[in-house]
C-alpha cells in the first residue's frame, strides 16, 4: 500500500514531505507497517500520539522532543496537525489514536481464518445451544445446558461449566476454564489460562477447623469486557461477582468473590480486589495495586501503582502509597520521608544550640545574681 | 421449603416475627435461597454473623447497624440470639456460621451428579493405580504409576506426574498440573490452572552462566488443604515443600521450593512464600503479602495485607508494612508519617524561635557588657 | 554409589573422616542421594556452599555455624577446602556449586524417557515443521506453519500458535499456550500453565471508550531462557517483546507489552515489569517487585524484593522500597522512620525548653528593664 492509499484509507489530508530523501519517503513509498518514530524504517508509517496505555508517558512529540521525529526514518507519519520542517509526508487526521488503531488494523499479521464448528475431539453435554458461526476448537469441553452465542470462538482446551453462557462475538483462547452458572455478554475477551467463576476464599471457623462457605452465587462479565491471561474471577457466595461493560483486566489480575466492578474500568497486571469491593465506573487501578476486602472507590478514581487501599476512596480519587493517601499527601510525604535524615541532624543541632543557650543563660542568671 | 422445615433441618429454635408483613413473611413462607441483609428477598433467608473469611468485616448485625435488618425484606433469618423487635421469623441457632453453611448447602445450584469412570478422551498411563468412584475427566493425562483415591476427580485437561499420588475424595479442577513425585492427602481441592511440583527458583552461577540446581525432592499437600486458582507450588530441591492438613490458599499464590507450611493456615490472595521458609500453624497472610526467603514464622501469626516479612515472626505476631513491624509500631510510623509535614513546620518554627532567642540573648549579653 | 564411587565421578580429592561412626560413614558408605546438613542422613552426601537462589542466604559454613556440620549425620560432605575436625569423608571440589549440581543430576528421580513422537490426541495443523527427537503430547494443538526443533517436548495440552517457532531442545510443560507469530530459541525451558504472546494492556480512550491498540508485533525468547509457572509474556504492539539469552523467571511474572529484558536476569516470583521498559543484562529483581512502565534498568542492578521501581536505574544500582531508593538511603530512611516516635517526642521536648527559654528569658529582661 502506497503513502497515499494509506492516507484514503484513514481519510487523512496529506501533507507532501519537504524534502526528497529517495526510496520509500515520498507519497508513493510503500508502507508495509507501522513502527514507533525511533526504530520506523522506510516501509512503515509511524505516528505522534499524547501516549497510550494506562500510565503510558507514551511518545508524544513534545515528550520525545521534536529531535526524534527529524531523525526518524519512516516513511509517513500519522499527526493531528501539521508539523513544520519534516522531510517525510504527513496523515494529519482529526484522532491519532482511532487513525492508529485503524493503520494497526490494516497492517496486523495475516491469520488463518478461524475454521467454523465443532472440532472432533471437543467434548460437547446435553441441552448445549450453539448459535451459529462459533468455532469449538480441540479439546475444548463444553458441559450441559451451556449456551455459546453467534460467532464466538471457544479456544482448544477451554472447560465451560454447566449453564453458562457466552454472547455473541466472544473470544476465549486456550484452556481458559469457566465454571458453572456463569453468564458472559457480547463482544468478551478472556485470554489464555484465565480461570472465571473458581470458588471464592471465604471460610468460617467452626470448632477450629475452617469450613469453606458453600458459593451459590455466580459471575457476570457484561459485554466489551477484556479480560488478559492468568487471571482469576471468583463466584460471589449470594447475588454474583460483577464485571461492568467496557471494563479492562490485564494479566494475573485476582477478583475476589462479590466484588462489583463498574464500566469502563482500567485494571492494570497483578492488581487484587479483595471480596466484596464495590469499584465505580471509569476506575483505573495501577499495577500490583491491592483493595481490601468491602471497599468502595468512587467513580473516576485513579490509584496509583503498589498501593494499597484500606479505605474507601471518593470520586476521582487520585490515591497513592500504603496505606493508600491522596495523591499530593502521599508526594508530600514521600518526598519528606527521603529528607528524614536531615531532619533528624536538624533537630540534633537544634538541641545542641538550645543546651548552649541554656546554659548561657543559665550562667548570666548566676552572673547576675552574683552582681546583684 | 418453608420457614418452618428450614429451621427443623438446621435445628434451629423458630421464634416468631412480631408483624403481618404479607407473602412469605410467616412461618409457612417459602425459602428458595440465602441472600445477605440488604437484598435477601421474602423468598430468601439472610443471616446475622460475625463476618467470614480473613479480614471479613462481614455482616455483623451491629456492624451493619440495627435498621439494616430492621430494614430487611428476607423471609428469614437465621441468630445467635433473639432480636427484639423484628418482623421476620427468626431461626434461633447455636453457631449461626454452621448454620449458614448447612443453609447454603441445602438451597447450592442443582449441578449434574459427576460422572464416575474415564473419559474416552482421557491418556492413563501404566501402572496406574485408581480407586472406585473415581472421575477422570476428558483430555485428562493420567501418568505411569500415579495413583487415584476412592471418590476423587480429576478435571478436564489435569495432568498428573509420575508416581504422583492422589487420596480420596479429592477434586483438581480443569487444567491443573501436578508434576511426577508429589503426594495429595485426602479431601483436597485444587482449583482450576494451578500449577503443583513446579521445579523451584534455584540457581548457581557458575563461569557467569546460571545453572539451575536439579530439585530432586517433591511436594507434599497434607489433608483437607484447599487451594484456589492460578496457585504455583513448587517442589522442593531435597525432601520436599509441604502444605500442612486444613490450610487454605487463595487464588495467584506462590509457595517457593522447600518451603513448609503448617496446619490450618489460611493464605490470601497473591501472596508469594520465598524458599525454605517455615510458617507455622494457624497463620494467617494477608492478600499479596511477601515472605522473604529462609523465614520463620510462628504459630498463630498474622501478616497484613501487603507487608514484606524480612525477619523471623514470633508465635502469634501481628505485622504490618514492608519491612514488616509490629502492628501497634507500625500504626503509629504511619500515622507519624502522616504528620510529618506538621513536624517538619514545627522544626522550621522552632529554629526561628531559637535564632530570636540567640541574637536576643548575644544582644543582652552585649548591652550588659556595654552596660559593665 | 560409594562414597569414593561419588568421589570419582565428581572428580573430587577425597579425605578421610577423623573418626569411625559405623554404617555408612566411611569411604564405602554408600550414598543415595544428597540432603542438607540439617537433615541428610548417613546414605546423603551433603554440602557447604556460599548459598544459592536469588536471595539465599543458603547453607554457608560460616551461616550455618560450623556447630551444625559437625553435628550433621550426612554420610559424607562436598566443601571447596579441607575442614579440620569432622569425622566424615569430604570431598573437596574447585567449585562447589558445580559438585552439587552434577550430585544432585546423579541422584535424581529416574522418570519414564519421553516417548518421541506425535500422540494420536494431538493436533498438528498445516505446513509445520516437526525435527526429529521431537515429543509433541497429548492433547497439543500444533497450528499451521509453526516448527518445532529437534528434540523439543510440547507438554500435553499445550498450543503453539500460528507461525510460531519453538528452537532445539526446548521444553515446554503442561498446558502452556504460546500464541501466533512468537519466536522461541534453543534449549528453553516454559514450566505448567504459562502464556506466552498475549496481547498487551494498551488502550487508546475514543470516545468515551476504552478501544484495543491492535498488538502487530511478537515475542522472541532466547536461548537458555527458564520461565516458571503461570507467567505472562504479552506480545508488543510494534517489533518484539524480548527476554535475553540466560535469563531466568520464576512463577507468575508478569511480562508487558514491548519490555526488552537482556541477558543472563534472575527475574523473581510474582515481578511486575510493565510496558516498553529495557532491563540490562545481569540485572535482579527480588520478588513481587514491580517497574513501572518505560523505565531503563542498568546492567547488573538489583532490585529488592516487593519494590517499586518509578525512575530509571543506573548501572550496578541497588534498590530498595516504593518509590524505590538507593539501598544505604532506603535502609537509613527506614531505621529514622521506625525512629519516628523517638524523634516526634523529642521536638516535643525541645519545644517546651525553648518555651522555658522564652519565658525566662522574658522575665529577665523585665527584671532588668525594671532594675534599670
Known amino acids: 500500500m502506497t503513502v497515499e492509499q494509506l492516507a484514503k484509507r484513514l481519510g487523512a489530508e496529506l501533507a507532501c514531505g519537504s524534502g526528497v530523501r529517495g526510496l520509500g519517503s515520498g507519497v508513493r513509498g510503500q508502507i508495509k507497517a507501522v513502527g514507533p518514530v525511533e526504530t520506523a524504517g522506510g516501509d512503515e508509517v509511524t505516528f505522534v500520539t499524547r501516549g497510550s496505555g494506562v500510565r503510558g ?14 531523525r526518524s526514518r519512516a516513511g509517513a507519519v500519522i499527526v493531528g496537525e501539521r508539523i513544520e520542517g519534516l522531510a517525510m509526508p504527513q496523515l494529519i487526521v482529526r484522532n491519532v489514536d482511532a487513525a492508529l488503531i485503524e493503520a494497526l488494523g490494516i497492517f496486523a499479521p495475516r491469520l488463518k481464518r478461524q475454521e467454523e464448528g465443532i472440532d472432533p475431539s471437543a467434548k460437547v453435554g446435553q441441552d448445549v445451544k450453539i448459535a ?36 455473541a ?32 476464599f471465604g471460610y468460617c471457623c467452626i470448632e477450629g477447623e475452617h469450613k469453606l462457605i458453600p458459593h451459590n452465587g455466580g459471575v457476570v462479565i457484561e459485554d466489551f469486557v477484556e479480560i488478559g491471561a492468568n487471571c482469576c474471577v471468583d463466584r460471589a457466595k449470594f447475588g454474583n461477582t460483577v464485571i461492568g461493560a467496557g471494563t479492562k483486566i490485564d494479566n494475573l489480575v485476582q477478583i475476589a468473590h462479590n466484588v462489583i466492578i463498574g464500566r469502563c474500568c482500567l485494571i492494570a497486571g497483578q492488581v487484587g480486589i479483595a471480596g466484596s469491593c464495590k469499584i465505580g465506573d471509569g476506575v483505573v487501578l495501577g499495577g500490583q495495586a491491592g483493595v481490601t476486602d468491602n471497599i468502595k472507590i468512587g467513580d473516576g478514581a485513579m490509584i496509583g501503582g503498589q498501593s494499597g487501599v484500606f479505605q474507601d476512596v471518593p470520586p476521582k480519587g487520585r490515591l497513592f502509597g500504603t496505606p493508600a493517601t491522596g495523591i499530593a499527601e502521599a508526594s508530600k510525604i514521600i518526598s519528606l520521608t527521603k529528607r528524614l535524615p536531615k531532619l533528624a541532624e536538624t533537630v540534633k543541632q537544634l538541641r545542641k544550640r538550645i543546651e548552649k543557650l541554656e546554659s548561657a543563660f543559665a550562667k548570666a542568671s548566676a552572673d547576675r545574681q552574683k552582681t546583684e
Do not use: F, M, P
Open 132 to 167: 451459529q458461526g462459533v468455532s469449538i476448537e480441540a479439546g475444548a469441553v463444553i458441559s450441559d445446558k451451556a449456551e455459546i452465542g453467534q460467532g464466538s470462538v471457544i479456544g482448544s482446551g477451554c472447560k465451560i461449566g454447566e449453564n453458562s453462557s457466552i454472547g
Open 57 to 70: 508517558r507514551g511518545s508524544g512529540v513534545w515528550g520525545l522532543g521534536r529531535a526524534a521525529l527529524l
Open 169 to 200: 462475538n466472544c473470544r476465549l483462547d486456550g484452556n481458559v476454564v469457566v465454571y458453572h452458572n456463569c453468564r458472559i455478554g457480547n463482544n468478551v475477551i478472556i485470554q489464555a489460562n484465565s480461570t472465571i467463576g473458581s470458588t471464592g
